[in-house]
């Protein structure tokens, strides 16, 4: 069906996974969307593909568990009929404690979902200017154009703010020399040599060598509860390390163009801007080695790269953590010098990305809406949430809360209690310099006082009874 022609009670601009959860979430509730994708008429230098959802990045949801903000989103989110879960969990290959997709698969689940619905039309065109339309969800990504990104700025009255992601490589299974590799999750069971030896001691990094941590232990714990063996580890010497590092600081990298500020997000580093931080920087951030015993030696090496499957068959790895703005000859040469990768048949080089966002504290009000523009509402990344989860979270309450609004009905947000409320808590917690972020505990409410003091991970649980219970009682209120 034409988009273009068919009538519509709201227009949603980008097939992504906040555009697509957010259409789909609007037709679920009788309502009849138009959504507009400019794929396959134009895409971004970080897309491949002309399906809606792809995931450019990794293709992890990250951990499971619900002591783990992030897992608990995802339960929440399969609570309430999200599309983008529902396509995940049935496309999902072996990660450990985590959970990831087959990204093709996931891509073409979330495209004929979003085809097939009777309430949805799909129109293909790029969007240069906001929508005359009302209501409209601006669901465009990191990735927005810089003239929808300029016609925003102008309209809000403020400068639009941007950073650079970088997406990791991805290498061919038969490429890789496997008597050089083993697999062994981390802290997992799976891979466990009998008879290891005791690890050594963990070295100390001063704290501006230290790449950004995780969000607790828990998704560690959870790789060790799955004792399967869902990743690839390349082991370092200390020698091999060394040159590893110098190799990545020392290579020629793609760089800004004079009118572009680079502002990389912590969470999602470029392999050679932590390697330029310190020696032992990547040590102790996606190559440490902790956690895993190399069967050759009986031992934990000096640094490992660790490989992800890409695909359900396990015929594509992905080199984990290690976005990158080298250039591609320097990626070659640089990632040749990993043990086990020396031939390695690079499927998708790394690549650099801008990732657009507004202030969304300043700019949104309680539906997402723009204060400036009413009507007009933001979901997705280009509101300031980070992670492909977070991504599909704010794109189902952008919707639950404007469909609320087309009801005439008063808004009821997630409680607060819930991850899902939690997004809504980063979108209008000011900060100094508002920056993106991944769902954490400190975004839901704290536990009563009642509860007494609980060490991390039986506060973290309590806090996930409760969010669900609470959700739980908003959903059937509905």
């Known amino acids: 069906m034409n988009g273009a022609e068919s009538p519509c009670d709201v227009v949603v601009v980008g097939g992504g996974l906040a555009g697509c959860e957010a259409a789909y ?25 002309d ?29 309430v ?79 639009h703010l941007a950073y650079y992601d970088a997406i990791a490589p991805i ?47 828990a998704e560690r714990r959870d790789d060790a509860e799955a004792g399967d063996e869902a990743y690839v580890n390349c082991p370092f010497d200390e020698a091999q390390y060394k040159a590893f590092v110098r190799a990545l600081v020392e290579s020629e990298k793609v760089e800004a163009r004079d009118f ?67 250039k591609y000859a320097e990626q070659l040469r640089v990632f040749r010098m990993v043990p086990g990768l020396e031939e390695a048949d690079f499927l998708r080089m790394g690549s650099v990305h801008r990732n657009t966002f507004v202030d969304a504290p300043a700019l949104l009000g309680p539906a997402m809406e723009l204060r400036a523009l009413p009507g007009v509402h933001l979901a997705g990344q280009i509101a300031g949430v980070e992670g492909y989860v977070e991504s599909a979270a704010a794109g189902f309450v952008c919707a639950i809360l404007l469909a609320q609004q087309l009801r005439s009905e008063p808004l009821r947000p997630p409680p607060p209690t819930t991850a899902l409320g939690g997004i809504l808590t980063h979108l209008g917690r000011k900060q100094p310099t508002y920056q993106p972020s991944n769902i954490t505990w400190a975004h839901i409410a ?8 609980l060490r991390k991970r039986a506060r973290y649980e309590a806090m996930a009874e409760r969010a669900l219970r609470d959700l739980d009682a908003w959903w059937a209120a509905g």
């Not at 704290?446 to 003091?453: E, M, N, T, V």
């Open 25 to 49: 979430q609007l037709a679920q509730r009788g309502l009849r969307v138009r959504l507009v994708e400019m794929k396959p008429h134009k895409r971004t230098p970080a897309q491949t593909s």
């Open 51 to 79: 399906r809606m959802a792809e995931l450019v990045c990794s293709n992890s949801l990250r951990g499971a568990a619900l002591s783990n903000a992030v897992g608990l989103l995802k339960e929440e989110l399969r609570r």
């Open 81 to 159: 009929g999200s599309l983008a879960l529902r396509c995940a969990d049935e496309t999902s290959v072996p990660a450990g404690g985590a959970l990831a997709v087959d990204r093709e698969r996931f891509a073409e689940a979330m495209t004929r979902a979003i085809e097939a619905h009777p309430r949805i039309a799909v129109e293909r065109r790029e969007v240069t200017e906001i929508p005359a339309e009302r209501p409209v969800i601006l669901a465009t990504g990191p990735l927005t154009s810089d003239a929808l990104a300029a016609s925003l700025a102008a309209a809000v009255g403020a400068e």
């Open 171 to 217: 290498v061919s299974a038969d490429s890789i020399d496997w008597s050089r590799v083993w697999k062994q999750s981390r802290y997992g069971k799976g891979g466990a040599v009998r008879g290891e030896r005791a690890a050594p001691p963990e070295r100390s990094a001063p704290p501006e060598q230290r790449a950004a941590p995780p969000e607790d232990a």
């Open 260 to 326: 572009e500020e680079v502002r990389y997000f912590e969470g999602c580093l470029p392999c050679e801007v932590m390697a330029a931080r310190g020696e032992q920087t990547l040590s102790f951030g996606p190559m440490k080695p902790v956690g895993l015993t190399d069967p050759r030696t009986g031992r934990r090496p000096y640094a490992v790269l660790q490989l992800r499957p890409e695909d359900e068959a396990a015929t594509a790895y992905n080199l984990v953590g290690f976005q990158t703005r080298m």
């Open 446 to 453: 704290p536990l009563d006082p009642a509860h007494g003091k």
